[in-house]
């Protein structure tokens, strides 16, 4: 979004290093020092605003940035926390075989998230 918006930013990448290990311990060292009420990833620090959860920080930029992009009414509004909601199914949807599953099949994902309407 702050690419789309042109808004320059920081995009800080903790290093997890290579698979299968992932050490995490780079952001482990950090996570409880940060000052989030919800210490987690994504995140963004704004001054003194601190929010984690991709949903919040999309719309504290779209609010900060671009009020235009939560809609111009009440009903735009609620069309578009309709689609949100969706987007986020559909995103548990596609990522929780990826936790599950070790053997790579990509079916489960590729199943869960066909279209509602066929």
Not at 84 to 104: F, I, N, W
């Amino acid at each position: 979004m702050f690419a789309y918006l042109n808004v320059d930013f920081e995009d800080n990448k903790y290093d997890i290093g290579p698979a299968p290990e992932f050490d995490r311990s780079s952001w482990f060292n950090v996570k409880f020092d940060l000052g989030f009420d919800y210490p987690n990833l994504p995140h963004l620090i704004d001054g003194h605003t601190k929010l984690t959860e991709t949903v919040g920080i999309m719309k504290y930029i779209a609010k900060k940035w671009d009020p235009s992009l939560l809609g111009s009414n009440a009903g735009q509004f609620g069309h578009l926390e309709m689609l949100s909601a969706h987007v986020g199914e559909l995103k548990t949807k596609a990522t929780m075989p990826c936790y599950m599953s070790q053997d790579g099949d990509k079916t489960p994902v590729v199943d869960e998230c066909r279209p509602i309407h066929q």
